[in-house]
């Protein structure tokens, strides 16, 4: 009887272990100004052998994204690109869930920051930057990469 205990708990946590690995679930802004970006990418790596997908991403009004591909290989990884879009100055903390293919429950990306300064106001719905614009503030997993042969 302990035997079969002890597999099933075995079985039930090799399911639990999620297949996409978000490179990371919580991003500090800090005090934006005008001039500044106001985006930030999330990088998903799925680790298995098997297809993976981005199903859905519930954002509230003032939060847009982008993403590069909601198919990802395995081996491969794909980008979310968060932009904050507060029309007013003050503190924020969102929290927006993303919904992968590997768990019922959604992985939750927290967005905190203080806006300083409002930018001109003339366009109130900007768009997030393409995936061509950096962020400045880099990411780790960007890199240069020369190949000699």
Do not use: W
């Not at 029309?87 to 992985?107: A, H, L």
Request: hydrophobic share 35%.
């Amino acid at each position: 009887m302990k035997i079969l205990l002890f597999l099933f708990t075995l079985f039930c946590s090799t399911l639990s272990i999620s297949q996409i690995v978000f490179d990371k679930t919580k991003h500090d802004f800090g005090e934006i100004n005008s001039n500044e970006p106001r985006f930030v990418d999330v990088y998903l790596k799925n680790k298995t052998g098997k297809d993976a997908f981005i199903l859905s991403v519930k954002k509230p009004m003032e939060v847009v994204y982008i993403q590069r591909n909601a198919l990802i290989a395995p081996d491969s990884s794909s980008v979310i690109r968060f932009q904050i879009n507060k029309k007013t100055k003050g503190k924020f903390n969102y929290k927006i869930p993303v919904y992968t293919s590997d768990k019922n429950e959604p992985t939750e990306i927290v967005l905190t920051g203080k806006i300083a300064s409002l930018p001109d106001q003339s366009n109130n719905f900007t768009a997030c930057p393409s995936f061509g614009q950096s962020p400045a503030q880099g990411n780790p997993l960007d890199f240069m990469l020369t190949v000699e042969t």
